[in-house]
């Protein structure tokens, strides 16, 4: 069911994340470990480098700008896209075991060389020094300082909070000054630099033995908001703890209009899944689909996925919610999904009779409701000329079946049958749920047409379990008024006139 937008989630039992401090205290030890490593490392392979140059100035020069550049390589590999924040490469522990591995790799070749006196001035030695020394353990280093800030900020209440990074800078420069000092002044006399490096490879491995907690909350992350002419569009994924796939969800304003599951693609709203294993139950390949409200196209694109014989048209109202679906969402023109743009009912007048097998409805205008001209006899009988012979529509309403809002679903339910001989129910919780909750009506203009007794997890709700019509009307374009309900001819409401009855009712 669409809900209002939420800032935060929380897994069942209602346990919260690992406090603010606890979490900059471990992000600042971690970080003072790395900068540890990394000034031991610097110094360590700079002692094998210099040791054998010719000219210090330019071997110094390279030494630190091959440094910085594998350091500032990694740092940019390491950091999460935009478009995709969860996807930020290797989990934690599998960066600081590469950053641990490569430093033992700088060892190893330290000790070969070490051994090596015959070679190792020369120029392909010096080269694979610096790589193999330098620039391999440093880029593999800085792989883990968005890693982790990463990690921090999502345990973060407040988004905005600048203490994470500080927490990082922090640690790093004084790990950093701490591992300098002590292999510049008190190791190098006495080890040597593979030993060194060997030490910075089991300093870089100990995160592994206490790895970060990892708080219970869900974090929000903003992927994409624009401004439209429409209203404001906002792309934000959900990152659970665990092994939990991320989840995407479109916001039109402050309401959820679509989401789906980041790596997958399927959907997260019950009744787009129960959709589409009704249409899959009632089509055939090489259908035709009409889907009047696009969002982010989960429902026509897993269709396309499905049959990609299928020819799909979705009418959408605003153009950049198209736009976002392509960028976002998974939608390709392979997929060969027809968009056209403007108001649903009005594109809907539009479209020649009889050119689709199914229709499937879900505009919806911010307020949790189904827009009005969508839901009169004279918009249903639009629909029902744009089936073909055999064809159904189906319709995403929310509504409540028992309540005070029962009338104005039902009327919806009424007016719908009023237009279409056949026509079924499918509630998500049950006609006796209180609570506003999604329904899928189907509907057929052939009278006795059966139709599956499921919609995925949503059960048919049968004909003589609906409750009567007190209290409904048959929505209308235009009422007549109370003369022309006295002058009016009483027709059978089948025919398509107006019903003095209903209207009285």
């Given at each position: 069911m669409r809900k209002k937008a939420r800032r935060c989630f929380?897994?069942?039992?209602?346990?919260?994340?690992?406090?603010?401090?606890?979490?900059?205290?471990?992000l600042a030890l971690r970080a003072s470990i790395l900068g540890l490593a990394l000034g031991?490392?610097?110094?360590?392979?700079g002692a094998v480098v210099l040791y054998e140059a010719r000219g210090l100035l330019a071997a110094t020069t390279g030494l630190f700008v091959t440094g910085a550049i594998a350091l500032g390589a990694g740092l940019w590999a390491g950091t999460p896209s935009d478009e995709a924040p969860e996807r930020s490469g290797s989990p934690v522990a599998a960066r600081w075991l590469g950053a641990a591995l490569a430093t033992g790799l700088a060892g190893a070749f330290a000790v070969w060389l070490a051994g090596a006196v015959a070679t190792r001035s020369t120029p392909a030695i010096r080269v694979a020094s610096l790589l193999l020394m330098v620039a391999f353990p440093l880029y593999r280093m800085g792989l883990l300082f968005p890693t982790l800030l990463t990690w921090a900020e999502g345990e973060e209440e407040d988004e905005s909070s600048t203490a994470p990074l500080a927490a990082l800078i922090g640690g790093t420069l004084n790990g950093m000054v701490l591992g300098a000092t002590l292999a510049g002044l008190v190791l190098m006399p006495r080890v040597t630099p593979g030993a060194l490096l060997f030490g910075a490879a089991v300093?870089?491995?100990?995160?592994?033995?206490?790895?970060e907690k990892r708080g219970t909350t869900a974090r929000e992350h903003p992927v994409y908001e624009a401004e439209t002419p429409f209203g404001t569009i906002r792309v934000i994924d959900t990152v659970f703890p665990g092994q939990r796939q991320p989840e995407r969800a479109l916001y039109l304003g402050e309401e959820i209009e679509s989401g789906e599951m980041v790596r997958s693609g399927a959907p997260t709203f019950g009744y787009i899944a129960a959709a589409e294993r009704w249409l899959g139950e009632v089509s055939a390949p090489g259908d035709t689909y009409l889907f009047l409200g696009g969002g982010a196209y989960t429902l026509p694109r897993r269709v396309a996925e499905r049959d990609p014989s299928a020819r799909s048209t979705v009418v959408e109202l605003n153009p950049e919610v198209t736009r976002v679906a392509r960028r976002f969402f998974g939608l390709r023109p392979e997929h060969g999904i027809v968009s056209l743009h403007g108001d649903a009912r009005a594109v809907a007048e539009g479209l020649p009779a009889g050119a689709w097998n199914r229709?499937?409805?879900d505009v919806y205008d911010g307020q949790e409701a189904l827009p009005y001209p969508l839901v009169t006899r004279e918009a249903f009988a639009v629909l029902e000329r744009l089936l073909r012979p055999g064809g159904t529509l189906l319709i995403n309403v929310i509504g409540e079946a028992a309540g005070e809002g029962a009338p104005r679903f039902w009327s919806v339910v009424r007016t719908l049958a009023e237009s279409f001989p056949s026509v079924a129910v499918y509630p998500h919780f049950g006609p006796d749920t209180t609570g506003r909750q999604n329904f899928l009506l189907a509907a057929a203009p052939e009278a006795g047409r059966g139709f599956p007794p499921r919609a995925g997890l949503f059960d048919l709700l049968p004909r003589n379990g609906w409750p009567g019509g007190e209290g409904t009307i048959v929505f209308r374009d235009r009422f007549p008024s109370a003369d022309e309900v006295r002058s009016a001819p009483a027709r059978d409401?089948?025919?398509?006139?107006y019903d003095p009855s209903a209207v009285a009712r």
């Open positions: 929380t897994t069942e039992g209602g346990m919260a994340a690992s406090s603010p401090d606890s979490v900059r205290h471990s031991v490392v610097v110094f360590a392979a300093l870089l491995a100990l995160p592994l033995i206490f790895p229709i499937f409805v409401p089948a025919s398509g006139a």
